[in-house]
């Protein structure tokens, strides 16, 4: 089972399976497109977050692209507890 811990929305777990199913560096635009019921502007606010808890990474500051980490994937994988995400 995948905690969702505070700082969470129920658009995470989300955007993060389409970042680890497609296996690639995706845009805010491209990810928002591919899933259902998150917008772009929700993606583009996200991702940011995502980042900073180490489930996603920037690959490139002047096109904005992101993709999965370890990390988020261990979080897909439920091998993270609520515990290990509040840090």
């Known amino acids: 089972m995948r905690p969702l811990v505070s700082w ?3 658009s995470d777990p989300a955007i993060l399976e389409l970042l680890d199913e497609s296996d690639l560096d995706l845009p805010p635009a491209v990810i928002s497109h591919n ?3 998150v917008s772009h502007p ?3 606010r996200r991702l940011p977050i995502l980042d900073e808890h180490g489930l996603v990474e920037k690959t490139s500051e002047k096109r904005g692209y992101y993709r999965v980490t370890e ?3 261990a ?3 439920g091998d993270l507890d609520a515990g ?4």
């Open 75 to 77: 979080y897909l994988a």
């Open 8 to 10: 969470m929305t129920k």
């Open 42 to 44: 929700t993606v583009k």
């Open 35 to 37: 899933v259902d019921g």
């Open 71 to 73: 990390r988020g994937r």
């Open 84 to 87: 290990d995400l509040e840090e």
